[in-house]
């Protein structure tokens, strides 16, 4: 890649990687995930930079592959990670949220990935049903559906107060 | 709770929550490093293979030292292209029916699986005692700014029981983003009675020569390495049989060579929904310990799983191990009262020593793990040992926490552990008690000698990384 690529590319991590870590942590639940899912999808998108920048904008680009990366998330380390098999990888204190911030961030950990990221998308992003769904390779029928559901399930969860103890993550 | 309410809470849980960003020049240099460092793994030797007396030597310079820049891939060759390959091609209705079936992981409903086109079975066979089949297709739509043929092509693995018909297939393994030029494999396992069965399938381009190496080499002297044998492929699709006693990514590897050249990767696997063994391997590791070991802790479930890891990566058997915990005490923890740190060595058959840290503590999601560091040491008597670990009860994004800690383990012979900036200016100077010292992380620390009573080193080590057992 060549200099003026490789300057493009730091512009858009200084521009946008603060908005793909609050995406990210919105998706993948904890901090450790979030870097996680925000460094791979800058690498995938980094492969195709010289015909991204040409094309237009690549922010939406990027925002796919850290959606697909979070729905398919296989769990598959680099060489140099290691995770402790059957344990979440790291708590994550994370400044320690207010009440109302850990009630919302473990009701969206109950809910599975497609779900939680329809959500995500359609009121965190604020992006259409269509757009949403072009994000997640799936129809828009899909993405109503899975925001209605995923709406009743989150509503539920927030009306009931939740058990401190042992709720695991929906895999 | 209204739309507009969600909304506003969504944005203060990510404003709130998110990490901080890392400075741009950093992340940059890691993504740039990271691409490089991939793309080497990947096309690491580009050698002529028609003299041994050349390939040889090409080979050993993999396994020792940093591979040479990518070769890249000479010719445009599609792995996942047409015809269909496997036993079960010329069965026209099952591949038409395969070719159908929604990419929904089992009790999920149809509609949920993306919208795709271009579909094509690339390949579907019985292997033993399953049926197995890889669909190829382009999520719909093309993301944007990507030309159509450009597109990023997605491919899905289908498993049942030998014989099955297309509705009795469940896909097992969905990768959105495939490299068309590349092999892919999957690691299948299944519960058998002890030990979990796994099958590897590799499909590569039907001119590929396929080599597999089911598990690292771990020497005495504690250097990983990978000898590779080659497997009869048909039509560019090999399968592999294997047993183990825990699971993880596959310590399987598998290599093609096409064109002169080597790739070298890993197969993708599913541990998640394989049902567990009826016994904990990694609790038949004896265990012994060199210091006493302190009352119990909802933190000391994280030691097996150390072992649990060390099994899946080296694909050894719980009888080819043996355990000593260095040392074993409680840390303060940002996360619940206290977290438990366990040191352990692993004897490997070779002689070789795993040496680990964890730490383990119960959080509000339950018990978990973080581990603190890994190395692999030549072979010498555990009680010898100088370990150095920096252990944190926070993810390493966070500011330094009270549970931040450095633990220093020798013989109980030491004294002292003197901790030093990377200038070799001393730092400070801990006690150790019964040869070991737990103080707060200090700033700038490089190394820690380890004194005994004379003053003399007894040696002196960085804290711990992570030990690559990969042997890539």
């Keep these: ?171 | 709770m209204e739309e507009t309410e969600l909304r506003n809470r969504l944005d203060a849980l990510a404003r709130r929550t998110a990490p901080p960003a890392r400075e741009p020049d950093d992340l940059t240099a890691t993504i740039v490093a990271r691409h490089h460092a991939q793309r080497r793994r990947q096309w690491a030797v580009a050698a002529a293979i028609v003299a041994v007396l050349v390939l040889v030597p090409a080979v050993r310079a993999l396994t020792t030292r940093e591979p040479q820049p990518a070769a890249p891939p000479t010719g445009q060759v599609d792995v996942f292209g047409a015809p269909t390959r496997g036993s079960l091609a010329d069965d026209t209705a099952l591949i038409d029916a395969i070719q159908r079936l929604p990419w929904v992981r089992a009790g999920d409903p149809p509609d949920e699986g993306p919208s795709m086109t271009d579909l094509h079975v690339v390949w579907a066979d019985d292997v033993e005692t399953e049926r197995w089949a890889l669909v190829a297709g382009v999520v719909a739509p093309a993301p944007p700014a990507v030309p159509a043929d450009d597109a990023p092509l997605a491919v899905a693995w289908f498993v049942g029981p030998r014989g099955a018909t297309a509705e009795q297939l469940a896909m097992q393994h969905l990768i959105r983003d495939v490299d068309r030029q590349l092999p892919t494999a999957l690691t299948g396992y299944r519960t058998g009675d002890g030990v979990f069965d796994s099958t590897t399938v590799v499909v590569a381009a039907p001119e590929d020569r396929i080599e597999v190496s089911v598990r690292p080499e771990i020497a005495a002297s504690g250097t990983v390495t990978r000898a590779f044998v080659g497997v009869p492929p048909r039509d560019g699709v090999a399968v592999v049989f294997d047993t183990h006693w825990a699971i993880g990514d596959p310590a399987l590897h598998y290599r093609v060579l096409r064109d002169g050249s080597y790739v070298i990767l890993r197969p993708d696997s599913e541990v998640d929904s394989v049902p567990p063994l009826d016994r904990d391997p990694a609790a038949e590791v004896p265990v012994e310990r060199l210091r006493d070991a302190p009352s119990g802790h909802p933190g000391d479930m994280a030691a097996p799983t150390l072992i649990a890891g060390l099994l899946a990566d080296t694909g050894l058997a719980p009888d080819q191990l043996v355990a000593t915990v260095l040392w074993a005490g409680d840390l303060p923890s940002v996360v619940s009262e206290s977290a438990r740190a366990t040191v352990m060595a692993v004897r490997l058959p070779s002689g070789a020593i795993y040496v680990g840290g964890v730490l383990g503590q119960e959080g509000i999601e339950g018990p978990f793990g973080v581990l603190c560091g890994s190395e692999l040491r030549a072979a010498a008597p555990v009680e010898q040992l100088v370990v150095v670990l920096h252990c944190s009860s926070a993810p390493p994004a966070d500011p330094p926490d009270v549970g931040e800690r450095l633990i220093v383990v020798g013989p109980p012979e030491a004294i002292t552990a003197r901790v030093l900036d990377a200038q070799g200016q001393v730092l400070g100077s801990h006690p150790m008690v019964d040869g070991v010292a737990v103080v707060p992380m200090p700033d700038n620390l490089a190394t820690v000698e380890v004194l005994d009573p004379g003053g003399d080193t007894l040696d002196a080590r960085a804290p711990m990384g992570v030990a690559n057992l990969s042997g890539d």
């Design chain 1, 1 to 171: 890649m060549g200099a003026a690529e490789n300057e493009s590319f730091h512009d858009f991590v200084f521009r946008e990687q603060a908005g793909l870590l609050r995406l990210a942590i919105l998706l993948a639940g904890d901090r450790g995930h979030a870097e996680d899912l925000v460094q791979i999808a800058l690498m995938k998108s980094y492969r195709h930079w010289a015909r991204l920048t040409r094309s237009g904008t690549p922010s939406a680009y990027v925002r796919r592959v850290l959606v697909t990366s979070h729905t398919s998330w296989r769990r598959r380390l680099a060489t140099t990670e290691q995770v402790m098999e059957t344990l979440p990888e790291q708590a994550d204190p994370s400044g320690i949220p207010d009440g109302e911030d850990e009630e919302l961030r473990r009701a969206l950990r109950s809910l599975p990935p497609r779900m939680r990221t329809a959500l995500v998308l359609r009121f965190y992003e604020d992006l259409s049903e269509q757009r949403t769904a072009e994000l997640m390779g799936c129809s828009a029928s899909t993405v109503n559906t899975q925001t209605a559901r995923g709406l009743t399930r989150l509503r539920a969860a927030l009306s009931v107060p939740a058990p401190r103890d042992r709720v695991r993550e929906e895999q």
